[in-house]
């Protein structure tokens, strides 16, 4: 079984900056990892993903402002958020699964993090 605790969200101001983790538990190998947000009445979409090789892909909306990393000793991934507009406010989840990401384009990951709010004003 597989948890995943997300941490770091909170306020900022435009421009500013925000680093999100995520600690995972629970399977030693994941093939995928990855953040989701989902603003305030609208839907769950992927932003970042990062496979067992080291592979990233970003959403265009965050390409060139977000990072996607992870630390295997700490078992913890992370999601670190720059130049932030408002249009990036919303709850964060941090995902995982077993299988490759490009599954994810037809199923959705097997496992969540409970969310963390991010507000930009």
């Known amino acids: 079984h597989v948890q995943l605790v997300e941490s770091g969200g909170g306020s900022v101001q435009t421009g500013g900056s925000l680093r999100l983790s995520c600690s995972i538990s629970?399977?030693?190998?994941?093939?995928?990892m990855g953040w989701f947000r989902q603003p305030s009445g609208g839907e769950r979409t992927g932003i970042a993903t990062?496979?067992?090789?080291?592979?990233?892909r970003y959403v265009g909306s965050v390409k060139g402002r977000f990072g996607i990393s992870t630390d295997n000793a700490k078992k913890t991934l992370y999601l670190d958020m720059n130049n932030l507009t408002p249009e990036d406010t919303g709850i964060y989840y941090c995902?995982?699964?077993?299988?490759?990401?490009?599954?994810?384009?037809?199923?959705?990951?097997?496992?969540w993090g409970q969310g963390t709010q991010v507000t930009v004003s």
């Open positions: 995902a995982a699964d077993e299988g490759v990401c490009g599954l994810w384009r037809t199923f959705p990951p097997s496992y």
């Open positions: 629970g399977k030693t190998h994941l093939g995928c």
């Open positions: 990062i496979d067992s090789d080291k592979n990233i």
